[in-house]
Structure formats: C-alpha cells, structure tokens
C-alpha cells in the first residue's frame, strides 16, 4: 500500500496559505476524488470552508501535497482542529494500493455547523486567498506558537 500524500481541495490548495503554515510550498499533484463532494460549512465567527462527504454521483478537485514532514502534519492538523474533534485523518483507496490521506469530518463539527453549497475549488473566489493569507493564519499562528517555533 503506498500513501500518495494528503489530499487537499479548500484553503490549502493557496499557496500563499500553505507558505503561511509550512513556511514553504510543498510539491503537489492535482487529483480528482471520485465518489465525494466538498460542501461549505458555516460556523458562527469562522470563515466559510469546505467540508468533504462522500457522495456517489459527484467528484472533488485538488492537490495531493507530497513529502510532508511530521512538523507539517502537526501543522496541518492543528489548522484543521484534529485535536479539537472537527477532523480525523483518513486513508482513502484511489486505485490498485495508491491511498492518500484526507481530513475527514467528524460528527460533531455539523452540530456547531451548517452545510451550504457545493464547493468548488474551480470558483474558489481569489480574494480567499488574501483573507486567510493575511489574517486567519496569522492569527491561527498567534493562538498556537508551540507549533511555529
């Protein structure tokens, strides 16, 4: 079994974002995931993001960021609130022993949240970019420098 990397098909598709949380870009390979759809979650005080669920009749695309170091997984789980219950890390079968791992949600970020629309990283607004870039990962970074030092 050979994990590709970590699929990605919300804010961490940027790589503005992902130099702001890995201090570089990792290399990354598009994918589409067939079998799941990225819905926008709504939370009270956060900005909209994407959440994927499977469904049958829909596809999700992204990047597959590859070679990332335990320092980067922290990161990335930390940003995605693994240890806070909103996301588990999952390996998802892609073909013939080819996994990679995504952010599942767990049950517990629908009862703080609601499901919007379909999210799509092809019409991603570009100014989402700017917004996290410049204030939710800065502030993200303020609120856990054990993990950026």
């Not at 890995?22 to 990354?28: H, I, N, S, T």
């Not at 997984?73 to 791992?101: A, H, M, N």
């Amino acid at each position: 079994m050979v994990n590709s990397g970590l699929f990605v098909y919300g804010t961490l598709v940027f790589d503005g974002v992902l130099d702001a949380l890995l201090d570089y870009v990792p290399k990354k390979e598009p994918l589409v995931m067939k079998g799941y759809v990225a819905k926008i979650i709504h939370l009270e005080g956060w900005e909209p993001f994407p959440v994927l669920l499977e469904s049958i009749d829909h596809s999700v695309s992204g990047f597959v960021l590859k070679d990332l170091t335990e320092q980067d997984l922290e990161r990335l789980d930390r940003y995605e609130y693994v240890d806070e219950g909103y996301y588990t890390r999952k390996l998802i079968y892609i073909s013939s022993d080819v996994y990679v791992t995504v952010y599942e949600p767990a049950k517990n970020i629908f009862e703080v949240g609601k499901l919007g629309d379909v999210w799509s990283v092809e019409t991603i607004d570009p100014l989402l970019e700017s917004i996290y870039v410049d204030s939710v990962v800065p502030k993200f970074r303020r609120e856990h420098p054990d993990i950026f030092m």
